[in-house]
């Protein structure tokens, strides 16, 4: 297994922005997800290996956008107007071990195979 790297979580008010980034081990599809106190893990949003489709959880449409910046194999979740209730620990994950269409933008836990540690975001009403 491949243990990926997550950054750029931290302290912040509602309101604000963040940018969390994750260093890929190649172009795989990506995804974030991630799990607050007392709450099952979740998913947030997903890539493709293309980076031309995208999906993204209910709760954060409209506020978070997926990208990857192949040339540095990384990929960026771009995190708008944060919510007390987008408090947790984010989560990236990569697919590399299994085929993947490279349309798709994965959406569960079962679909990745390398976890990152996570990264603490903290929204403070």
């Known amino acids: 297994q491949v243990q990926l790297v997550e950054s750029g979580g931290g302290l912040v008010q509602t309101g604000d922005s963040l940018r969390l980034s994750c260093t890929a081990s190649?172009?795989?599809?990506m995804g974030w997800f991630r799990q607050a106190p007392g709450k099952e893990r979740e998913f947030v949003a997903g890539?493709?290996?293309?980076?031309?489709?995208?999906n993204y959880a209910d709760s954060v449409k409209g506020r978070f956008t997926i990208s990857r910046d192949n040339a540095k194999n990384t990929v960026y979740l771009y995190m708008n107007s944060l919510k007390p209730e987008d408090t947790a620990v984010y989560y990236c994950?990569?697919?590399?071990?299994?085929?993947?269409?490279?349309?798709?933008?994965?959406?569960?836990?079962?679909?990745?195979?390398?976890w990152g540690q996570g990264t603490q975001v903290t929204v403070s009403s």
């Open positions: 994950a990569q697919r590399r071990t299994r085929a993947a269409y490279s349309g798709s933008a994965y959406t569960g836990e079962n679909d990745y195979d390398d």
């Open positions: 190649g172009r795989y599809p």
């Open positions: 890539l493709s290996r293309s980076g031309g489709a995208t």
